[in-house]
């Protein structure tokens, strides 16, 4: 079985790797560029921990070869902070509401949220949980996400943050 | 979980891809959004030796008006059909649909070509076909043919496609306007298979129906035309006596596996239910 060299452009930066055709991009991602914020949950498409953004499409990187990246932009959770550290919205929103506990679904999350938040930058509450339906999560029954999520949408369209009535 | 070895292949037309599957036989599959195939490569439940990847082939993409029919290039992703205003315009039926398809990310790669092709009697678009009526467009070594989704499905992953031969199309008749529509999907959670699901198009006149066509998911080892149901209703104005014969139709062509999504009985009876929850919603959608 040949290998193929593929290249992909990760988080703004060249990758390059002679690879065998079976390589899963979450391998490729983790085991080849050590990019280890991609997690590996339930290993069977359900649970969302390994989605990262691939040509503007959140893709669960469980679920596809490296070799079907060729040529793709592929943005990872370690590229979501500014250079010099400063959070992204998401990344903030999820501190400031407590959107995490064990925190392993997080850069799923975050980088759903992502895609869904330049897709629809406004999201009511029911949009924002149907758009991370494919994202489980074990410990905060995800109310502190959705918030963590409406944050970022408010801050990102500078706007302040009011909390929903409960 | 590591899939076994394979070669890939990428071709860019699907004269290309249909040449490399006549040359390199048995051992190649077509590899379209991936989503059904890769899992079970990661299993080793499926181990093809050379894959033959369509995500190069852009005329496989895209939807078009063509006379009184839409055409769905096969590598056309849900949510591609999701976005489509053609779509939501003149079927707006598969929007309801693929929005009820497993989750965001799976609608992303996952296409309309590959869920009506493989044969699993889980995906929610092969019923739907058989409702519209729809056509599938495939193309071997010997040239093109025409596969009608009503007899395309001949039970779990056995399907009247061939080794060698592509689905490349799906050419759908547009219902007529003001058609009323509806997809009920009973599934446990999302991202699930259904328990049971039914399809209903019609078209009504002078308050009685004058159209009907019903499919159901996931009650049987293929997908299901439910065709003396939908006639029952017609001429009818969708009295609760007329809805309880037409679900004893549909109920009787049932023939569910027993597992994790309920006794065979229980998922008769579910089926049932859609069906007369699919009319109803059809009925109060319509526009005559």
Request: hydrophobic share 45%.
């Amino acid at each position: 079985m040949a290998k193929a060299q593929i290249s992909m452009t990760v988080n703004g930066r060249p990758a390059e790797a002679l690879v065998e055709p079976r390589l899963l991009l979450i391998h490729f991602l983790r085991d080849e560029l050590g990019l280890t914020g991609p997690h590996i949950g339930c290993d069977t498409t359900h649970c969302g921990a390994c989605t990262v953004d691939l040509d503007g499409k959140s893709v669960k990187s469980c679920t596809m070869f490296a070799i079907q990246a060729n040529g793709a932009q592929v943005r990872t959770i370690e590229g979501m902070a500014a250079a010099d550290g400063t959070l992204h919205a998401l990344q903030e929103g999820f501190r400031e509401m407590h959107g995490l506990q064990c925190g392993f679904c997080t850069p799923g999350m975050i980088m759903r949220a992502w895609r869904l938040l330049q897709e629809n930058p406004k999201p009511s509450e029911e949009e924002i949980r149907f758009g991370i339906s494919g994202n489980l999560c074990r410990c905060t029954g995800y109310q502190n996400i959705v918030k963590a999520i409406r944050y970022a949408a408010a801050k990102l369209a500078g706007v302040p943050f009011e909390e929903a009535a409960e | 979980m590591i899939p076994g070895a394979f070669d890939y292949h990428r071709p860019s037309s699907v004269a290309d891809a249909v040449a490399l599957l006549a040359r390199l036989g048995a051992d190649a599959r077509v590899l379209a959004g991936g989503h059904s195939l890769i899992p079970m490569m990661k299993l080793r439940l499926a181990t093809p030796q050379h894959l033959v990847d369509l995500a190069g082939v852009s005329e496989l993409r895209g939807v078009r008006a063509d006379g009184a029919n839409i055409v769905i290039g096969a590598m056309t992703t849900q949510h591609e059909v999701i976005g489509s205003d053609l779509l939501s315009a003149k079927i707006p039926i598969l929007r309801e649909t693929a929005l009820q398809i497993a989750d965001p990310q799976v609608r992303y790669c996952g296409t309309i070509g590959g869920n009506v092709a493989n044969g699993d009697p889980g995906n929610d678009m092969p019923a739907v076909m058989m409702c519209l009526g729809a056509t599938y467009e495939v193309r071997g070594p010997s040239g093109t043919r025409q596969i009608a989704a009503r007899s395309y499905y001949q039970g779990t992953f056995v399907t009247a496609l061939k080794a060698d031969e592509i689905v490349t199309a799906i050419r759908i008749p547009a219902p007529a306007v003001g058609h009323g529509h509806a997809y009920e999907k009973l599934k446990r959670k999302i991202g699930d298979y259904a328990t049971a699901a039914a399809a209903v198009v019609l078209t009504m006149s002078g308050g009685k129906v004058a159209s009907c066509s019903i499919g159901l998911t996931n009650v049987a080892d293929q997908p299901l035309w439910a065709e003396e149901a939908g006639k029952i209703v017609v001429g009818s104005s969708l009295d609760a006596a007329t809805i309880k014969k037409a679900v004893a139709a549909a109920e009787a062509i049932t023939d569910p596996a027993s597992d994790t999504r309920g006794p065979a009985a229980y998922r008769t009876k579910v089926a049932g239910v859609m069906v007369a929850r699919a009319l109803a919603r059809a009925r109060q959608n319509a526009k005559a």
